[in-house]
């Protein structure tokens, strides 16, 4: 591709990114118009004598909005709260969005988040840390990044939620069309009661003295179902990875361990428990809490053994192109700089999806564009919220221009 070209797509793609700030700047207007609408007609219903027609009017401002917007009342009522949350709670984010730094599915995102927190100084580290990477990934990393935020900055409280979910653990059977329903997987209807009644029928069985609610047997009991044999030992043979930090694995603080590819966290202790350390199945990888370093082996062959190919996958959980969020166990094990000169190790290898394999050069320690964009290559997830950057940000391959 000539300069010229490159230069053209540039300009193109530079093109889109100000669409993109324009559109993020038009959903501003419109919240905005919403909510100098519903405040104005307040402070004038207000100003009404009989407390039965305030009450009635003020339902029809939502019910205004609406027509005039093609929303229904709930969606008025949703986007109307979340601008509220941000507005109060994260002026600077309110400020990206008027800007059209960030658009309206990531701000509603951080509402979500600023209506999880419970104290004042854990808005102040979301307001000033949750731009600068909302505006540079996408709404699903952006919504990753956020959990592990709550995770981080509110451990006690979120561990206690956790708990509370855990309590509230079930088995149901969702009915649906053409006789079908649901049952964690998709089962004819017949199968799905069937199977809800054996787990009814054996979780009552176990007796009065069983502190469990019947949910949580049946629960309990389907997961057995699911991962053991009859003679009650692990039948999978799998690998499932979490990792967590050394200060929480040694009990020096509370924590959460994460799943490889970030895409679920729970309490530490969940996978501490004396019955999962004698499970095979599970691999907890302890981690440096800045590199979220794992490997330190080098190799003298050109392919990976399956020790190093499993530490891949779990401490890189999906492919290492900016914003690729395909499972490592689907990736090839690629050398960031190529074998011999590059060695066999943790370090100089990641995984890459194929089709992001295919575009890589060697070479160049950025991803850069055919539009001349230079992009970190780490994903989303593998960055903590508010901790240095890690090598894995200084580390990226180049997208060739003839692909």
């Not at 199945?281 to 053994?305: C, E, K, M, S």
Request: hydrophobic residues 40%; negative net charge; charged residues 25%.
């Amino acid at each position: 591709m000539s300069n010229h070209e490159c230069a053209d797509d540039e300009l193109e793609t530079g093109r889109l990114t100000e669409l993109a700030r324009v559109q993020a700047r038009a959903e501003a207007r419109a919240i905005e118009a919403m909510i100098g609408y519903r405040d104005a007609e307040y402070q004038r219903i207000a100003g009404l004598d009989r407390p039965l027609m305030r009450q009635v009017e003020r339902a029809v401002v939502v019910l205004e909005i609406g027509q005039a917007m093609g929303l229904s009342e709930a969606q008025v009522h949703g986007r109307l709260a979340s601008a509220d949350r941000v507005r109060e709670h994260t002026p600077r984010v309110w400020l990206a969005f008027h800007d059209g730094t960030i658009n309206e599915a990531r701000m509603r995102e951080i509402s979500s988040t600023v209506d999880m927190l419970q104290r004042d100084d854990s808005y102040i580290r979301l307001d000033q840390s949750v731009v600068a990477y909302a505006e540079s990934h996408t709404v699903s990393e952006l919504r990753r990044w956020l959990r592990r935020f709550v995770d981080r900055v509110e451990t006690d409280l979120a561990l206690e939620r956790a708990e509370q979910a855990r309590e509230r653990r079930r088995v149901d059977v969702r009915h649906g069309d053409d006789g079908m329903a649901t049952l964690l997987a998709g089962l004819t209807s017949p199968q799905a009661a069937a199977a809800m009644k054996r787990l009814t029928v054996e979780a009552k069985a176990m007796g009065a003295d069983d502190p469990r609610t019947l949910a949580q047997r049946q629960a309990d009991l389907l997961a057995s179902w699911l991962t053991n044999n009859e003679d009650g030992e692990t039948s999978i043979h799998a690998h499932i990875a979490v990792k967590l930090s050394a200060e929480t694995f040694t009990g020096a603080r509370d924590g959460f361990a994460e799943s490889a590819d970030g895409s679920w966290s729970c309490p530490a202790s969940w996978v501490l428990s004396p019955d999962l350390v004698a499970n095979p199945i599970w691999h907890r990888l302890i981690v440096d809490p800045v590199t979220d370093d794992v490997l330190a082996h080098q190799y003298l062959g050109r392919l990976a053994p399956e020790s190093l190919k499993l530490a891949l996958l779990f401490r890189d959980g999906v492919c290492q192109a900016p914003g690729c969020l395909v499972p490592a166990d689907r990736c090839d094990g690629d050398h960031r700089q190529p074998w011999p000169d590059g060695p066999t190790s943790g370090e100089n290898m990641w995984p890459l999806c194929r089709r992001h394999h295919i575009l890589k050069g060697h070479r160049i320690i950025q991803w850069v564009l055919p539009s001349g964009r230079t992009v970190d290559a780490e994903p989303a997830h593998r960055q903590p919220p508010e901790s240095p950057p890690s090598r894995m940000e200084h580390r990226t391959a180049h997208l060739l221009a003839n692909h």
